[in-house]
């Protein structure tokens, strides 16, 4: 599961990544895995209480895909 972590009080700098976090190394968002930051809060977040917060290119990459729709041909 992915919690947010707050890198800056930016908007769109809050970024998700691995809820699993020690609380004191850094952490690798899921849109920039080359760039890890140490995260501003102490506790993984689980809502963004903010959303202009929200990073969206992790949303993006979160977000669960639909499933294709196949046409049904008689
Ligand atoms: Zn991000």
Redesign the pocket.
């Known amino acids: 599961m992915y919690a947010w972590f707050v ?1 800056s009080v930016r908007a ?5 990544a691995e809820e699993d976090w020690d609380g004191y190394n850094l952490v690798t ?4 895995s080359t760039v890890a930051f140490s995260p501003l809060n102490r506790e993984p977040i689980e809502v963004c209480y903010f959303d202009e917060q ?6 993006e ?1 979160t977000r669960p895909r639909p499933k294709a729709r196949l046409a049904a041909v008689r």
């Open positions: 890198r769109g700098d809050t970024h998700l968002p899921v849109c920039e929200r990073c969206l290119r992790c949303l990459a």
